[in-house]
């Protein structure tokens, strides 16, 4: 990594503990991408009036050679991020997930998401963080989870929200690993 990692905590106590298993997390993100420019991680509390425990927020910015990684996991509906560990696990395999396709884009394996097939979101079980999507070109509902989503928040999905994806072959039938929401300018008249 060309800079130092910079780790941030916010309404929280800073903890030894919790910076090695982050520089520990870091480090294996440098195996998908060696030349990480920089990372920075901010570990928070949101403030909130709800009668839950402290639920924290992980937000990553990885600096890599043309682009930019970013990952918030929002915790409201999660209440395993009550643990900081969980909270972070669950941040950095976000941050994996979209350097494994930085990676891919590189190759030239893909070019963007736009090659992924595309559909809509169908089902939402929203307090189970997971939903399905029927793809455009036909076949069966495709399961994804509120972790797969790289670009925006679980909770800004609504049924019939277009999205592309990548399909890959699950424990009970298919699945999404990522899920990208579609802009207005990115829906194909007709398509989803």
Same mark, same amino acid.
């Given at each position: 990594?060309?800079?130092?990692?910079?780790?941030?905590f916010?309404?929280?106590?800073s903890?030894?503990?919790?910076?090695?298993?982050?520089?520990?997390?870091?480090?294996?993100?440098?195996?998908?991408?060696?030349?990480?420019?920089?990372?920075?991680?901010?570990?928070?509390?949101?403030?909130? *009036? *709800?009668?839950?425990?402290?639920?924290?927020?992980?937000?990553?910015?990885?600096?890599?050679?043309?682009?930019?990684?970013?990952?918030?996991?929002?915790?409201?509906?999660?209440?395993?991020?009550?643990?900081?560990?969980?909270?972070?696990?669950?941040a950095? *395999?976000?941050?994996?997930?979209?350097? *494994?396709?930085?990676?891919e884009?590189?190759?030239?394996?893909?070019?963007?998401?736009e090659?992924?097939?595309?559909?809509?979101?169908?089902?939402?079980?929203?307090?189970?963080?997971?939903?399905f999507?029927?793809?455009?070109?036909?076949?069966g509902?495709?399961?994804?989870?509120?972790n797969?989503?790289?670009?925006?928040?679980?909770?800004?999905l609504?049924?019939?929200?277009?999205?592309?994806?990548?399909?890959?072959?699950?424990e009970?039938?298919?699945?999404?690993?990522?899920?990208?929401?579609?802009?207005?300018r990115?829906?194909?008249?007709?398509?989803?």
């Amino acid at each position: 990594m060309q800079q130092s990692p910079e780790i941030i905590f916010r309404d929280i106590e800073s903890s030894d503990a919790v910076i090695n298993k982050v520089r520990e997390r870091i480090e294996r993100l440098e195996r998908y991408v060696p030349e990480i420019i920089s990372c920075r991680v901010v570990i928070a509390v949101p403030h909130r *009036k *709800k009668r839950t425990g402290r639920l924290y927020n992980v937000t990553l910015d990885v600096s890599v050679p043309g682009d930019q990684i970013l990952v918030n996991r929002n915790p409201e509906r999660d209440q395993s991020h009550e643990d900081v560990y969980v909270a972070i696990r669950d941040a950095f *395999k976000a941050a994996e997930r979209q350097l *494994k396709e930085y990676n891919e884009r590189r190759r030239g394996q893909i070019k963007s998401h736009e090659g992924h097939p595309r559909g809509i979101v169908d089902r939402l079980f929203e307090d189970d963080g997971y939903g399905f999507i029927t793809p455009r070109e036909g076949g069966g509902h495709v399961y994804f989870h509120e972790n797969a989503i790289v670009d925006a928040d679980f909770e800004e999905l609504e049924e019939g929200t277009p999205v592309s994806f990548h399909e890959e072959e699950g424990e009970k039938g298919p699945q999404a690993s990522t899920v990208h929401v579609l802009s207005d300018r990115e829906v194909v008249p007709g398509g989803g």
